[in-house]
Every structure is written in C-alpha cells, then in structure tokens.
C-alpha cells in the first residue's frame, strides 16, 4: 500500500481518479461525487504538570457516493493506491445496485467556483513535537506551582472534491489549539483559544489566566438552586453555539418540524447576531458535496434568517444548500460548526475580525475585591460591573437535550463559578446543575449585555470552532448542586 | 510484508532509535451502517481503513504516531516518530514510569459470530429498515427512523517484550424510534433501547430484536406521551428499566472507576473521578445488593475481547462487591502507579489512536427479584425506562437523567403513563438507596462512549437488570 505522497499524487489526482473508475465501470449514466482529504493531526497532552500523551497520526481519506439507477451508496476507505480506489468503486457501486432506491436523491452539486480561504500556515502545518511540548512548557510554568494539565493541539488537512457533474475543487487549511486547566486544592481554572496559526497560542499567558481563574476558585460554598442573573464566558457561550447549531439551526431538523428555528421571527434578543463562518478558518473551503462554503447569517439582529442546509436538507426544503454537506449527515443533518455570535460592536468585528488574544487584564472595574482574579478581561469585567447580584460562570459541561424542538437542556458548570454582588465577585460557588431552555434564555429582552472581543473556542474535533464575547443574560434556571 | 512484519518494524525501529519498550497495532477495520426514515432508506454507509500505530516509550515520557500504510519503510518511520515524539515529551517530563509485568502472549483469538453481518445481503437488511420505520410511520409517528451499524475489525499486535497477538472482533446492532411532534415539545419511543442494542456477536442479534414486530406499539406510545401528564416532580421511590440502569452503571460507576481519571490524567477533559485510591476496598459506594464485575469474557457482550490493546488478555474482575469498591479499569501503566499488578482494559477505537483506558463490560450481577415483584412491593413511585438525556459532572458525583417514558407506581401497580420523566441525584447516595434488584439481565451495549483527546468512541458493554431505588428526586424541569 501507498500513501499519498509516496505516490506522488495529489489529493485532486486521486479524486480524479476515482471518478474515472466509476465511469469506467458503470458508464456514463452512474453520477459520482469523491472527496479526498490527507488530515496530519497532532496532540500534546499534559496532566499532573508533565506531558502524559503526545500522539501525532497522519492520514488520508477518500469518500466516494454514487447514485446508479435511482439507488445511492456511499463508501470510505484509506487506501489510495489503485488496487485500494478500485475496490472500494466497486465495493460502492456493489452496495449501490442493492440497496433499496432512494427517491429524495437531491442530485450532484453543478460547477461553481470556490475561493480559498488562504488561512494556510506552513509552521503549523509542519509543526515539530518540539513546538508543541514548548507551549506545554510555557503553560506548566506560568501556573506557578498549582497542577496543570490540557493540551496543545495542531492540525493540517489538504483535501480536494471532484464529481462528474464537473465540479471540482481544493484547499488547504490548518489550525492550532490549546486549552488548559490550573487545579488549586480542587478548584479549577480554565483557559482555551482556537487559532489559526501555531504563533497565535501564548502558552504562558493562557497558563496565567488559568492559574489566576483557579486562585480564585478556591473555598466555594453551596448556593441554593433557583433562578440567577449570569455572566457567561466565551468557554461557557461556545456551548450555547454548539446546541443551538446541532439542534436548531441544522436543516434536517427544521424541516422535520423538531427545530425551534422561526426564519423570519424575532426569537432572539436585538443583540444577538449569529454568523456561520467557515471561510473564517479551520474548515475547507467546500463542503462533502463540493459546495462553496460561506458565511451564513443565521441570526440577524434577533431575527432568525435562515437554517443550514446540505443538498438533501435544501431539497427537501424547497431551497439550496448553504454549503454545510457532513459525513453522516443525510442522518443527523446538516450542522454548522464554525458559528460566530457577534461581539457589541458586531459589523466593526465582523469587519476586522476577533483579537485572538488571551491575557490579564490590567485593572478594570471587577478586577480587584473580595475575589481578585475571578474576572481576567477587560471585557468580562463591564458585564459583570453593572450586576447587582448574579453568577459569573466560566465554563459549561456535559449539556444534554432533554427537548431537541425547544431546546431544553441540562448540564452543570465546571472551571469556576463566583457569586456577584454589586458588581463584585464576592464568593467562589460550588458548581451547580442547570436545566434551560437556550432560545428562551437568549429570547427577546434576556441578553442585558454583551462582551466587544470575541474568543474563539476549539470544538472537539479540528475544524469546527465556536467564537463569542462573553455574554450577560437576565436569568438562568439552576436546578440544583453538584455536590456530593 | 505482512501485518506482523510492519508491525515488528514499526518496533524495532522505535527501539533503535532510543525506546525503551515499543509496541504497535496494525488494524483493518470494516464498518457498514445503513439508516432509513420513514420507509425509506437514507444513507448506506461502507468505509474500510489499514493502518498502524506504534507506541514507544522514551525515558519518562510515552510517543505515539500512525500511518496509514504498511510499506517496510512506512513502518519504520513510524517507529522512529514515534520515538521522537516520545522524546519531547521530556521538555515536561513527569515521575518515572514503569509497566506491571506482562506475559507476552502469543495468540490468536476471534468473537462468536453465527451470521457474519457483512455476509448478509444489503436488500436484505435494508428490507428490514424500510419494513420496521415504514410500519411505525402508518402507524402515525411523524418520524420514524432506524439504524444497523457493524464493525468488524482486525488487529494485529507486536510489543518490544514478545507479544504476538491476532484478534478478529465482529460487533453489530441496530434499533428504531418513533418520534411524535406536538406544537412545543417532541415524544420519542424506542427499541430495543434509545441506541439500539449492540454486541460483540453476528447478524443473528439485529434479527432477534424484531424491529418491525415492535414498530407499530413505538409510534403509539410516542403520540399517547404527547398528551401524557407531565412527570411529577418531588422524590419518590423509582424503579429503573434494565437500559436506563446500563447507562446508569455506565457514568456514575464506569467512567468513576477508570483508573486514568482517578490518577488525574484526565482532568483537563473528561474530568477526575471522586473516588480515592486510598479507600479502595473499604469505601461503601452502593448497597449490598450491588456487585459490579468487569468482565470482557461475557460472550456476545459489546466490551468483550480476547486481549486488550496492550496485550493483556481478557480477565474477569470485580469493581464492587456487596456495596464496597473493590477494583479498578486500569492500563499497565496507571496501574503501576497504583500500586497494583494488572492492566487489562486499555483499548484505542482505530489504528490511529492511542490506546488508552476503557471500560469494558461493567455490569451488575442479576439481583434476587423481578420487575414484576418490584414493582408489587412499590406503594408510590414512578418507573422510567429508555433513555433520553444524560449529563452527569465531571467527578461523576452529580447526575440527571431523561427517559422516554415512565409510568405512575401506586400501590404495587403500573398506573397512567407519564411524559419527560426525569431523575437526579448523587452516584454513591443513589447506590446505597437501591434496595430491590432484578434477575432479568441483558447484556446492554453502549457504541458511542467518547472519551479522550484526540477524541475516540468506546464500545462498551453494561449487563443489567431493572432495580428500585428509594427517595430520589425526579421530575426536574426548566
């Protein structure tokens, strides 16, 4: 077996060729679409203070569907070389004749043309071990004597699509992304930035925050569960995102009446603003089916614009696809992943972009006080100012659908919790469970405030990033404590 | 070349370039899966990969890296990355590390497997997708969908200490769900489980479920539940279907004795665990009807193998015995670091990934009653079964789960049928408060059991009977 550069092929060779064996082997009438992608990921763990997993893979997939006779299949593989493209053709074209038919087949994308995003960084892309291990360094030391542990992360994926529609298209992109915990005594502090370039992740100064979040963390009391005013950081509003994109603004659902999505309506407060942007990096620049990706306002000033849509969705809808194909997602639908909330100032930061920075913030009105260090940006600090009681929360974790179509969802808070009162962080709290409804929680009325910096969250997976100021809301239902 | 060659390549390759252990796995995995919506079918899904990963360890600090080839050359580059990976590590380098003894085995071991599940033809199991999901939509469910997934999976292992070992592992399952949707919430019904029922076993498990002969009750019960009185709230007594208790035993107990989250290792990402190594063998976690085995060997079981991805081979265990916590999941060398002397439960999900410490199956031992008994020795109490939601903290402490359906308890009968049914509580008080537990175990399979970074999905297996558990809160809502 061969891999993709032993061959000498590119990415858009081996699309290429596949389409041709399928041409070759069930004529002209069997449409296809391939897409190829060679992805290097590599990872360095940290927990206890020392680097405990560090793997490094690199890999390349082909993905090939075809539609022969009114029935679709789709198959995968590894292997490149030509006796490996030519049984998973005809593996694919096998499963195809016996499947059953498939009457909602939306067709192959037409030629259109698709622009890179040119958010390629070579250094990252070929980044050593050693690049890595230094910003672990960097974190491990600026926690100063407290327990550290996360990750630095950098990926690289190069990938093409043909189909014999004759689109045909490339890309190129990377990513780098750290996030870290400092533990003190038990309480935890946190810090994580999504960027494009390796250069763009500070080790130490994300290591101060979490050091200075985990500082203030420390001796939480019990507070009873009810109903409080919050601040939410850019950790905890990315999981606002990501809900609201798996859930509500997936095309599949929304068609299928188990979305709260409304285009058209006033669902959300005026200041809320939500732009699907994979031309803002990480993603390629077309999406499984070969359709151009761009940004895609799904909020607009509290009014619900539009859902994301893939070829099948958008069929199914009456529409056309917004460019948002998955792997799996005739099943579970189409779902954004690199989803925006504007900052206050949203056209100006749409304009220019998110300061991907992370650091202390010198002074600032709830920078000092009963808790110093609870509030780490200038930006947090205006939100939780104004508060005359009410909960600063860092981070979101384990959030789960109790109701996909109103978006009911419980989970609890981790990396801090601070009780607020006039406008000061006055006590660490325990961490608590939460049981909302997100729409309803950032309905028209509820958002009392909004950061002007944007932060950009890594998602799981590569790729997909949730980007977001930190976020004042007028009430969040606690349900109960976490602890034991 | 073969497997083993690359895979002895891959090693000797780390070694000469400084390891002090190495090993690797070459895999070919299959998977096939085909869902279908409302007696159509949706997606057909085939992908097929080979490749290797190699482990090397280098002074105090452990190297991983993969390649999707088995050239000569391929492998050994990846040995020697591996390697060099390794050696970064020690720019923050920790305490020294060391791995519990191992036998090296030489062996070759495959799962049971009656009906292969890739040998069946595709019209036939996309018939019995479109014939299940196209019942329950006549029957009125506005979604009705259906799902089969099959692995089936090769590895091949080498270790710088001697293992040799080749595995042949089938798993498959499948299941469907019905889903009414009313103006402001949706009702969803299932079977046999919210993810279907998955094991380490052939084709013959998919056709047992009768998916279609269940079709037709499903999309009733999810129209009855969108006009079913809403839960109470308040603690009551609640009796747990056999599914829900897998999930159950699977987050609050699983995840809780994995060793890795109990050392710290996990911390940053899926969390720690509130056990402490130091009442190993003396804490209480549960009643005395609790005994928790974990036990690889349970033929058919989702978590079953021959051996872990370290090599150890499979071996029954126990984590709980009469109410006290007694074992642990552990790798060789967080084990060793506990001061104990086995592994055993180490698994990566590909090639590609690292492997790292899993569950696999952890299941309550069959209890002395049945559900019927439980529930005629039930004066007021709610009985859930089918789980919908899942969120439990991140020491796995705190938890609140959703089921599908639930049903009043009064006076030792099943009464009117409740929606949204909810429950929570704290993992050892909930333990200790089980006080009646049923004979009528099934092997519960759990495929999508995420865990790690870069992130990888377990397949894990829960036996598990229906229980009671007394004064719990339920009925938890926003």
Redesign the interface.
């Known amino acids: 077996m061969t891999g993709l550069r032993d061959a000498g092929a590119t990415e858009l060779d081996v699309a290429a060729r596949v389409v041709e064996l399928v041409r070759e082997v069930a004529g002209p009438a069997a449409e296809a679409e391939v897409t190829v992608v060679r992805h290097d990921l590599a990872l360095t763990r940290f927990a206890n203070s020392f680097i405990h997993q560090n793997v490094a893979e690199s890999g390349v997939s082909v993905r090939l569907r075809v539609h022969l006779d009114g029935r679709t299949a789709a198959g995968g593989g590894s292997l490149v070389d030509p006796d490996g493209l030519r049984a998973l053709v005809g593996r694919t074209l096998t499963a195809a004749r016996l499947c059953p038919p498939d009457p909602a087949w939306p067709g192959l994308t037409p030629p259109s043309s698709v622009h890179s995003n040119g958010l390629l960084d070579e250094a990252t892309a070929y980044a050593e071990p050693a690049a890595r291990a230094d910003r672990v360094r960097a974190f491990v030391d600026a926690v100063g004597g407290l327990e550290a542990a996360g990750y630095c992360r950098t990926s690289y994926r190069s990938g093409a699509f043909v189909n014999s529609a004759g689109q045909s298209a490339q890309g190129r992109t990377t990513e780098a992304a750290m996030d870290g915990i400092a533990r003190s005594g038990g309480a935890d502090g946190v810090a994580r930035l999504c960027a494009g370039r390796l250069d763009g992740l500070d080790g130490a100064a994300l290591g101060a925050r979490a050091a200075a979040k985990a500082r203030a963390a420390a001796d939480p009391v019990e507070l009873p569960p009810g109903r409080y005013e919050v601040v939410l950081e850019p950790a905890a509003v990315a999981d606002l995102l990501q809900n609201l994109a798996w859930y509500g603004f997936n095309g599949k659902r929304h068609t299928e009446r188990q979305s709260f999505a409304s285009p058209g309506a006033a669902q959300f407060d005026p200041a809320v603003t939500l732009v699907d942007d994979p031309t803002y990096g990480g993603e390629m620049p077309f999406d499984l089916e070969g359709t151009p990706r761009r940004a895609l306002t799904l909020v607009e000033a509290g009014t619900t614009r539009g859902v994301a849509h893939d070829r099948r969705s958008a069929a199914g809808a009456g529409t056309t696809s917004t460019g948002h194909g998955t792997p799996g997602g005739s099943t579970f639908g189409p779902v954004p992943r690199n989803l925006r909330l504007l900052g206050h100032t949203g056209a100006d930061d749409a304009a220019t972009g998110p300061v991907p920075t992370v650091g202390p913030v010198a002074g600032g009105p709830a920078a000092d006080g009963p808790v110093a260090g609870a509030v780490v940006d200038a930006d947090t600090a205006a939100l939780v100012a104004p508060m005359a009681r009410g909960l600063l929360v860092s981070d979101f974790w384990y959030t789960r659908v109790l109701d996909p179509k109103s978006l009911v969802i419980t989970g609890l808070t981790r990396n801090g919790v601070w009780l607020v009162e006039d406008g000061v962080p006055v006590r660490a709290v325990r961490n608590l469970r939460f049981t909302e409804a997100y729409p309803r929680a950032l309905g028209p009325g509820a958002v009392l405030g909004l950061g002007r910096r944007p932060v950009r969250q890594p998602d799981r997976i590569d790729g997909g990033w949730w980007e977001g100021p930190p976020l004042r809301l007028a009430s969040w239902n606690f349900t109960g404590g976490a602890s034991g | 070349m073969t497997e083993f060659d690359a895979a002895a390549a891959a090693v000797q390759a780390a070694l000469d370039a400084g390891a002090r252990y190495a090993d690797a796995r070459v895999m070919h995995l299959r998977y096939e899966s085909m ?1 279908a919506r409302n007696g ?12 290797l ?1 190699v482990r090397a360890l280098v002074g105090s ?11 000569d050359a ?1 492998a050994r580059e990846a040995g020697r ?1 591996a390697a ?6 020690a ?5 020294p590390i060391t791995l519990t003894p191992a036998e090296p085995a030489v062996a070759s071991w495959a799962s049971g497997c009656a009906v292969d599940p890739l040998g069946v ?3 036939d199991k ?2 019995l997708l ?1 014939r299940a999901t196209g019942t329950a939509r006549d029957q009125g469910a ?2 009705a969908e259906g ?1 089969y997934q099959i692995w089936d999976t090769r590895k091949w292992f080498v270790s710088s200490e001697g293992h040799r070992i080749d595995q042949h592992i089938r798993e498959c399952g499948g299941g469907i769900s019905a ?1 009414s ?2 103006e ?3 009702q969803r019904r299932s079977w046999p489980s919210y993810r279907g029922q998955y094991g380490t076993t052939g084709w013959e498990l998919v056709e047992s479920l009768d998916l279609a002969g269940h079709a037709a009750r499903i999309a009733d019960e999810s129209r009855a539940l969108l006009t079913a009185p809403e839960c109470p709230a308040g603690e009551t007594d609640l009796i747990l279907g056999g599914e829900q208790l897998a999930l159950q035993i699977h987050e609050s107990v699983g995840h809780a004795i994995e060793l890795d989250r109990i ?7 899926a ?1 720690t665990s ?1 056990l402490d190594l130091a009442q190993l063998g003396s804490l209480r976690y549960g009643s005395e009807l609790m005994n928790v085995t974990i036990d690889p060997t349970i033929p058919g079981a989702l978590g079953s193998f021959g051996f872990d991805d370290e090599g150890s081979p499979a071996v029954r265990r126990d984590a709980v015995r009469e109410g006290r916590w007694v074992g642990v999941l552990a790798g060789r060398d967080s084990a060793a670091v506990a001061g104990l002397d086995h592994g055993g439960s180490v698994r990566a999900d590909g090639w ?3 492997p ?1 410490v899993r569950m696999t199956n952890v299941g309550l031992e069959p209890g002395p009653h049945t559900l019927d008994e439980i529930i005629a020795a039930t004066d007021d109490g709610v009985l859930m079964d089918i789980n ?8 796995r ?2 938890f ?1 789960f ?1 089921c599908e359906i639930g049903w009043e308890v009064r006076n030792g009968r099943r009464g009117r049928m409740l929606r ?1 049914p ?1 429950y ?1 509580g ?4 909930f333990w200790r408060s089980m006080d009646m537990l049923s004979s009528e175990t099934v092997p519960w399979g759990t495929p999508n059991c995420g865990k790690g ?3 990888q999905i377990g397949h894990t297996g829960h036996p598990a009977a229906p229980a009671r558990f007394r004064n719990v ?1 339920v009925g ?3």
Do not use: C, K, Y
Not at chain 2, 61 to 71: D, I, Q, R
Not at chain 2, 91 to 95: F, L
Not at chain 2, 426 to 429: D, F
């Open positions: 869902s159509d079918i949706e997606e057909l899904t085939q992908h097929e990969s080979i490749g990963g600090g452990w190297g991983f890296h993969a390649v999707p080839e088995l050239s391929a990355r060099a990976v390794a050696a970064a590590s720019r923050v380098p920790g305490p033809a595709l019209s996309g018939d479109v506005d979604l799902l889903t949707i009313g402001h919430e949706t050392l710290g290792w996990e911390a940053a990402f969390g509130w590609a990934r690292l790292m919908r939601s899942w969120s439990i903290d991140d020491r402490l705190n609140q959703g949204n909810t929570t704290i993992g050892p008080l970074q870069p992130g809160r938890v809502r926003a």
